[in-house]
């Protein structure tokens, strides 16, 4: 205090106002480097389509992220209540969520779940919903934390897709019924022809009394026989274009082949040579009916492009590779034209006058949906080489 009896003003020390300024401006750049992350983080979850959420286990007292509000089509900042939330999600998710939660709170793990939500404005929306519990140091589920992400586009898309495949496989079934219209037409002519000409060999017979009764009988049994062949062309048919899920079973790809080849080669020019090199004792667990439109499609192209060779041959085989068996068809044809390499397998690409372009790429889709891989190529010494490996069959076969 000065002599006028007034405080002196006390002046800090050089050194401590140099350091209040640099954490001052230590603050402000951390304020700076904060608001810019957050910057970065509200675009990013924009674009993604993205909010963390919170819950309280305690109290559910739930607490959002602009994304979320966003995604639920809520003002942002509303004080939100769980169980209107929750009342939001379509039944079947709003079960399964529950259930994961429920286990997840119990056994302090996270989960993951694809849900459909109804916003506030009634729009429907699929949501991937994530989740981690929270414990304390007693071990106690104290908050679950996670994030929601829109991916109702993403699940448009693969509705489309499957929809699209689903549309390709019926399409492609009648497209071999329409190609395969004369091959039954021959096939089903042989048994029906025999049925008239043994019928009519009857009707003169009945004229002879004196003709062995057990000629009569054979005669009876070879139309029984013819008959009851006709009637497994005609089930076979409807199998392939039945809308009925697919059965799988076991099925020796021996007997797959010799099937699909008999009714392939109907009507084939007579030089064709044909050869077999078929392995034992090997099984598949499969839809007999749709490998067997597989094969019936491998073989007719190849007896495509053969047509033109001057001696013609195809050959058939299988062979254990590894856990698989491999089916292989070679041609001596023209094999496969270098700008119709890349697209072999693609829809709608074909290289024949008038062709759909879709007997390789479902083909291709019906092995891959029995786990195996459908692949050609051309043969080093001409033609084209088909390869389909599909898993040996286990003891799971048929089983659901």
């Known amino acids: ?44 979850s924009t674009l993604a389509r993205i909010g963390v959420w919170e819950c ?36 079947d998710s709003r079960r399964e969520m529950e259930r994961l939660r429920a286990k997840a709170v119990h056994d302090g793990t996270s ?16 949501l991937r919903l994530t989740a981690d519990v929270e414990q304390d140091a007693a071990g106690r589920p104290v908050r679950i934390f996670g994030t ?26 009648r497209s071999a019924m329409g190609a395969m219209a004369t091959t039954l037409a021959h096939e089903l002519n042989q048994p029906l022809t025999a049925i008239s000409n043994y019928v009519a060999g009857m009707r003169r017979a009945i004229a002879d009394p004196d003709l062995p009764r057990a000629q009569l009988e054979r005669s009876l049994g070879a139309i029984e026989k013819c008959a009851l062949g ?14 009925n899920p697919s059965e799988r079973r076991l099925v020796d790809p021996n007997a797959l082949i010799h099937e699909a080849a008999s009714l392939a080669m109907v009507g084939a020019d007579g030089q064709v040579k044909l050869r077999y090199d078929l392995a034992d004792g090997l099984s598949v667990c499969v839809d007999p009916i749709q490998i067997q439109q597989v094969l019936i499609n491998l073989i007719r192209n190849a007896l495509e492009a053969v047509r033109d060779a001057a001696a013609p041959d195809i050959l058939i085989a299988t062979a254990r590779a590894g856990g698989n068996v491999e089916f292989r068809v070679d041609d001596n044809g023209h094999g496969i034209a270098p700008d119709a390499a890349a697209t072999l397998f693609q829809p709608f690409v074909s290289s024949k006058p008038g062709g ?6 479902v083909s291709r889709t019906i092995v891959e949906a029995h786990g195996g891989r459908l692949s050609g190529r051309n043969r080093p010494e001409g033609g084209a080489a088909f390869r389909i490996t599909l898993p040996l069959a286990d003891e799971s076969c048929g089983n659901p």
Do not use: C
Request: charged share 35%; aromatic share 8%.
């Open 1 to 44: 205090m000065d002599g006028d009896g007034e405080f002196e003003r006390a002046e800090a020390p050089a050194d401590v106002t140099v350091e209040l300024e640099r954490y001052a401006r230590l603050a402000s750049e951390q304020a700076d480097a904060i608001a810019h992350y957050k910057k970065m983080y509200d675009r990013a």
């Open 56 to 91: 309280d286990l305690a109290t559910e007292r739930l607490t959002w992220t602009d994304g979320v509000y966003d995604l639920f089509e809520l003002p942002r900042g509303l004080r939100i209540d769980r169980a209107d939330i929750v009342a939001m999600y379509e039944e």
């Open 111 to 126: 989960f993951a779940l694809d849900v459909r939500v109804r916003t506030v404005r009634g729009n429907m929306r699929w």
């Open 148 to 173: 929601k992400q829109d991916i109702t586009r993403e699940k448009a898309a693969q509705e489309r897709l499957q929809s699209l495949r689903a549309e390709l496989i019926h399409l492609s079934r």
């Open 230 to 243: 006709a009637g497994e062309i005609i089930r076979s048919l409807r199998q392939m274009t039945s809308e």
């Open 356 to 361: 759909m372009g879709i007997g390789l790429s």
